[in-house]
């Protein structure tokens, strides 16, 4: 795939099928600027990375479809281009030549509320929520997950959903600024409002999902932009109820993989139970002639990724 880092498939056994990644994206038409840490952000030429994904997706030819991993566009994009800027990097992914997964992240949330983000994004919805699955073979199904189900940010001020959320972010963050960890240990460091929680009903329709993947002896990928594994990400990032939303993974053999986004500079670990957990590294953090996205071949035993420049390749074996 032109500049990808190099993988050779083992044996040179064909994939079941293939697939696109790309994650954190947060175009905006700003002057580039930092993280809070101080990482620099490339905002206007991440759509640029963007654009040579799917040219290189295109090219590639054997793509089933695309995944993004969340926040296509920044929180400092200006309100009134939200509209205009979510749209343009839509446009961009249906350059692709198949269809492209959405889930939802935090500075999708900061531009839009869900009511005018599903819609555009193509995410199935009901009431508001950005939770679904698809099978593109009889083999694997794909879960995605809505990592903002119990979010400060997003739903109106008045829903259920934000009050829960605010209070939990009260009983968990003394800080005045929510959005602050000081003080906090660990990994108590994710109670922020920038992360958010899966809800009980996602979890009973997640386990669900996963009897049903058991019975039909489908292997199970999830993906949410938060990160699910202190061992795949700084804990800043992790969805508030990781645990519990592993707890119910775990009762499962079919779960072989969990990827996600929102922690920049990606992460990669393999979990108690055998589980790996991929978090890809952010296009916004490519400067110009760099890139970070990359496509997948799926087998019966194994998920790889190869990665162009700055997205690491990674080898996903399944223990069982």
């Known amino acids: 795939?032109?500049?990808?880092?190099?993988?050779?498939?083992?044996?040179?056994k064909k994939p079941l099928f293939s697939f696109g990644v790309i994650s954190d994206v947060q175009h905006a038409d700003i002057p580039d600027g930092r993280s809070f840490l101080g990482v620099p952000r490339y905002y206007r030429n991440s759509i640029t990375v963007?654009?040579?994904?799917v040219m290189q997706w295109n090219h590639h030819g054997?793509?089933?479809?695309?995944?993004?991993?969340?926040?296509?566009v920044d929180g400092f994009?200006?309100?009134?281009?939200?509209?205009?800027?979510?749209?343009?990097v839509v446009n961009e992914f249906e350059k692709f030549n198949g269809p492209v997964y959405h889930?939802?992240?935090n500075h999708c949330l900061y531009n839009l509320p869900r009511r005018k983000l599903l819609p555009l994004l193509r995410i199935p919805s009901i009431d508001g929520c950005a939770y679904y699955d698809f099978s593109p073979t009889s083999e694997y199904r794909f879960v995605v997950l809505d990592g903002y189900d119990i979010s400060a940010i997003g739903w109106p001020q008045d829903h259920p959903k934000t009050q829960q959320a605010l209070k939990f972010l009260q009983d968990k963050n003394p800080n005045l600024d929510k959005n602050?960890?000081?003080?906090?240990?660990?990994?108590e460091?994710?109670?922020l409002m920038f992360n958010g929680a899966v809800g009980e009903e996602q979890l009973h329709w997640l386990d669900s999902v996963l009897r049903d993947a058991t019975n039909l002896k489908q292997k199970v990928v999830v993906c949410c932009h938060l990160p699910l594994d202190p061992g795949a990400s700084t804990e800043v990032a992790l969805l508030w109820n990781f645990d519990e939303v592993m707890g119910v993974i775990h009762k499962y053999d079919c779960v072989k993989v969990c990827l996600a986004g929102h922690d920049h500079k990606g992460g990669h670990s393999i979990d108690s139970h055998g589980v790996h957990h991929k978090v890809f590294e952010a296009a916004l953090e490519c400067p110009p002639g760099t890139d970070a996205y990359g496509y997948v071949d799926?087998?019966?035993?194994?998920l790889s990724l190869f990665g162009a420049s700055k997205m690491e390749n990674c080898d996903m074996h399944f223990n069982h």
């Not at 994009?77 to 343009?88: A, E, F, G, H, Y």
């Open 298 to 302: 799926v087998y019966d035993d194994r």
């Open 189 to 191: 460091r994710r109670f």
């Open 50 to 53: 963007l654009q040579r994904a």
């Open 103 to 105: 889930m939802i992240g």
């Open 77 to 88: 994009c200006p309100k009134d281009r939200s509209l205009d800027t979510v749209s343009r």
């Open 62 to 72: 054997n793509l089933k479809f695309a995944v993004n991993l969340g926040d296509i």
């Open 180 to 187: 602050s960890p000081v003080g906090l240990v660990g990994i």
């Open 1 to 12: 795939m032109g500049s990808v880092n190099g993988l050779t498939s083992l044996q040179g």
